[in-house]
């Protein structure tokens, strides 16, 4: 049941990563396009300084909000990784846990049947 949970969580985060991607994408080519037009309002202008600032800034604005995108899909893609390889290491290391106890108990068990086995020595039994 973990498993089937974990498989549709990635198949979201996936989807959600395809989503990111494409907004992405979209968000470059408005860029560059942003960028075209001010390089040609620029040569046009040539004494518009305050709109080639504003325009500048405008370009600047969107390359932070796409580098923070990026940002938040390398996050996704780690969490995506970690949900794919987690549940498999989460059930070694339970496994070996549990072995691990066991073979304590075994031991400890065997302390006690010799103690028992000398003391009944002991009252004569």
């Known amino acids: 049941m973990k498993w089937a949970a974990s498989q549709e ?12 991607r494409t907004a992405i994408d979209e968000a470059e080519a408005a860029v560059e396009q ?15 300084p305050p709109r080639h600032r504003r325009g500048v800034s405008g370009c600047r604005s969107a390359s932070i909000r ?4 990026s940002a ?14 987690g549940p498999r290491r989460s059930a070694k ?19 006690v049947r010799a ?6 020595e002991r009252v004569g039994r």
């Open 9 to 20: 969580l990635e198949a979201t985060l996936v989807a959600e990563l395809d989503a990111k």
């Open 34 to 48: 942003l960028q075209e037009r001010i390089r040609r309002e620029s040569l046009d202008a040539g004494d518009e």
């Open 66 to 69: 796409l580098l923070w995108s």
């Open 72 to 85: 938040s899909d390398v996050a996704l893609l780690r969490r995506v990784r970690a949900n794919r390889v």
């Open 93 to 111: 290391a339970k496994r070996a846990q549990a072995e691990s106890d066991l073979l304590h108990a075994e031991t400890s068990l065997e302390e």
């Open 115 to 120: 103690a028992r086995a000398a003391a009944d």
